[in-house]
C-alpha cells in the first residue's frame, strides 16, 4: 500500500525537468538575464544586486518552474577560452537561449563566430533557439535590424529548428514582460519547426 501511495503521489506531484543553456560573449548580460528570471518566477527569491554582478567563470545555475515544468537554466562563462567548454553541455540541453551585447559593435563579429559554431553543432540540432538583443535600455545601441544584418550569412546554417529574436533589457526587466512565463516552456516543448532558416521577431 505504502508503495502504491508513494508512487501516485510522485506522479501527481512529479515535474517534467528540461535544461535551458544561456550563451553568448562574456559581458552580455547572461548572468543579468538569470537573475531578473529566477526573481520574476519565484516569489521568495531575493536575487543578487544586479550592479555588482561580475563576469562569469564557471557555470551559474538557476531554476524555475512553469505549470508542471522544471526550467534549469545553465548560464556558461562566455570568455574565449571558457566557450570551448560550451559543447560539454549540449547533449543535455532542450533549448538555448543566446544573447548579445547591442552595445558593444566591436565585438559582434567574435558574438557571430561564437553563435555560428554553437548553431552548426551537430548535437543542438533542432533544438530551439532564442536570441536575445540585451541592452536595450542604452541609447544608441544596436536595432533588432542592425543585428540581423551583422548575422544574416548564419541564417542557412540555423537549419529546421524555432528561432525566435527578441529585444530586451535584462538589466531593467523590460521587454522580457511581453514573454510570458508559458514562452519559457514553449521553447522546449514545441516540437513544431519554423521555416528553414528563418529568425523570426517575436
Not at 550563451?23 to 536575487?47: I, P, S, V
Not at 555588482?52 to 562563462?77: C, Y
Not at 559554431?117 to 540585451?134: D, F, H, Q, R
Not at 544608441?140 to 524555432?162: E, H, M, Q, V, Y
Amino acid at each position: 500500500m505504502y508503495t502504491l501511495l508513494s508512487g501516485l503521489y510522485k506522479y501527481m506531484f512529479r515535474r517534467d525537468e528540461y535544461c535551458i543553456l544561456i550563451l553568448g560573449l562574456d559581458n552580455a548580460g547572461k548572468t543579468t538575464f538569470l537573475e531578473q528570471t529566477k526573481t520574476r518566477f519565484n516569489k521568495n527569491y531575493k536575487g543578487m544586486t544586479l550592479s555588482k554582478i561580475t563576469t562569469t567563470v564557471g557555470l551559474n545555475i538557476g531554476t524555475i518552474d512553469v505549470g508542471k515544468a522544471r526550467l534549469m537554466f545553465w548560464d556558461l562563462g562566455g570568455q574565449e577560452e571558457l566557450q570551448s567548454l560550451w559543447d560539454k553541455y549540449y547533449a543535455e540541453s532542450h533549448g538555448v537561449i543566446y544573447i548579445i551585447d547591442s552595445t558593444d559593435e566591436e565585438r559582434l563579429q567574435e558574438s557571430k563566430r561564437a553563435f555560428e559554431k554553437m548553431v552548426t553543432s551537430e548535437v543542438l540540432e533542432g533544438v530551439p533557439l532564442l536570441v536575445l538583443a540585451n541592452k536595450q535600455d542604452v541609447e544608441n545601441c544596436l536595432s533588432i535590424p542592425d543585428i540581423k544584418t551583422a548575422f544574416s550569412d548564419c541564417i542557412n546554417k540555423i537549419g529546421k529548428r524555432d528561432c525566435l529574436t527578441q529585444a530586451c533589457s535584462a538589466l531593467t526587466g523590460k521587454e522580457e514582460e511581453r514573454m510570458p512565463p508559458q514562452k519559457h516552456l514553449d521553447l522546449v516543448s514545441r516540437a513544431e519547426s519554423c521555416d528553414h532558416g528563418t529568425i523570426m521577431s517575436y
